[in-house]
């Protein structure tokens, strides 16, 4: 007995009648290119007030670590200060230059960078998805790093300052962030600065609104007898670490 498969040999494995063949393999057409320029890292979506309130919720869930270390280094720079001043026979009262006060002025400053390092440090944990500890965001520090950076940043704006003031406020302007490539990516001082300057000049309009945010928000502090201070401080710190990642693109822990 004959089939129909055997009657029609040449059909098999051909389409049916009236369906489309498949184009052949490797014949498929490539995928529509993008539409438009890639966005600018933090051009879109951030916003001065949600960096603010998302400062104001971690530091509610880190509360107290942040309040203790807070109060631990307000002591610690006070007491450098004391003792930059005691061992260089500085005056307090005394406002002259001199070598000893010039010595005492380095010591006080250059701890005060470290300090402020590692409190952005640990503002960048934060953000990262971590709870807050001091201890832990020294430990992560390229000291080294962190000095020079803060010394070549605070040269530049001291020289800025006496070229008529206006010179100085644009490098303190444009070098916001450099200490947080420092300690978040440990570049080196002259790459920092490049990275901040590329980031502050990307988002200009959004860093000016949360600098004029940020002077409110310290604002408040004070008026708050003074003790709402320890609070807006950290609060702002998370604030410009949750800024510094957004800017980058980078995805920031809820």
Same mark, same amino acid.
């Given at each position: 007995?004959?089939?129909?498969?055997?009657?029609? +040999?040449?059909?098999?494995? $051909?389409?049916?009648?009236?369906?489309?063949?498949?184009? *052949?393999?490797?014949?498929?057409?490539?995928? +529509?290119?993008?539409?438009?320029?890639?966005?600018? *890292?933090?051009? %879109?979506?951030?916003?001065?007030t949600e960096?603010?309130?998302?400062?104001?919720?971690?530091?509610?869930?880190?509360?107290?670590?942040?309040?203790? &270390?807070?109060? $631990?280094?307000?002591?610690? &720079?006070?007491? @450098?200060?004391?003792?930059?001043?005691?061992?260089?026979?500085?005056?307090?009262?005394?406002?002259?230059?001199?070598? =000893?006060?010039s010595i005492?002025?380095?010591?006080?400053?250059?701890? =005060?960078?470290?300090?402020?390092?590692?409190?952005?440090?640990?503002?960048?944990?934060?953000?990262? =998805?971590?709870?807050?500890?001091?201890?832990?965001?020294?430990?992560?520090?390229?000291i080294v790093?962190?000095?020079?950076?803060?010394?070549?940043?605070?040269?530049?704006?001291?020289? =800025?300052?006496?070229?008529?003031?206006?010179?100085?406020?644009?490098? &303190?302007?444009? @070098?916001?962030?450099?200490?947080?490539?420092?300690?978040?990516?440990?570049?080196? &001082?002259?790459? %920092?600065?490049?990275?901040?300057?590329?980031?502050?000049?990307?988002?200009?309009?959004?860093?000016?609104? #949360?600098?004029?945010?940020?002077? #409110?928000?310290?604002?408040?502090?004070? $008026?708050?007898?003074?003790?709402?201070?320890?609070?807006?401080? +950290?609060? #702002?710190?998370?604030?410009?670490?949750?800024?510094?990642?957004?800017? #980058?693109?980078?995805?920031?822990?809820?």
């Amino acid at each position: 007995m004959t089939t129909n498969d055997d009657q029609n +040999p040449t059909t098999s494995g $051909l389409p049916s009648y009236g369906s489309v063949p498949p184009p *052949p393999e490797g014949s498929y057409p490539p995928p +529509p290119p993008p539409s438009g320029p890639a966005p600018v *890292p933090g051009a %879109s979506g951030f916003s001065a007030t949600e960096a603010v309130s998302y400062g104001l919720k971690k530091f509610g869930e880190n509360a107290g670590p942040i309040l203790i &270390a807070t109060v $631990l280094l307000i002591v610690a &720079a006070i007491a @450098t200060d004391f003792l930059a001043r005691a061992l260089t026979g500085t005056d307090f009262t005394d406002n002259s230059f001199s070598i =000893g006060g010039s010595i005492s002025t380095i010591i006080t400053n250059v701890v =005060g960078f470290v300090i402020g390092a590692g409190v952005t440090r640990g503002a960048l944990d934060i953000t990262e =998805g971590h709870k807050f500890d001091i201890v832990a965001a020294f430990k992560k520090l390229n000291i080294v790093n962190v000095i020079v950076t803060s010394l070549v940043v605070a040269v530049l704006t001291a020289l =800025g300052f006496a070229l008529l003031i206006i010179p100085g406020i644009i490098v &303190a302007f444009l @070098t916001l962030f450099a200490i947080y490539f420092v300690v978040d990516k440990d570049t080196n &001082a002259i790459d %920092s600065i490049k990275g901040s300057l590329n980031l502050v000049k990307n988002n200009v309009g959004n860093t000016i609104v #949360l600098i004029l945010l940020s002077i #409110l928000v310290v604002i408040v502090g004070f $008026l708050a007898l003074c003790v709402g201070v320890l609070v807006a401080i +950290p609060v #702002l710190a998370i604030a410009w670490a949750y800024t510094f990642k957004v800017f #980058l693109g980078e995805p920031v822990a809820p």
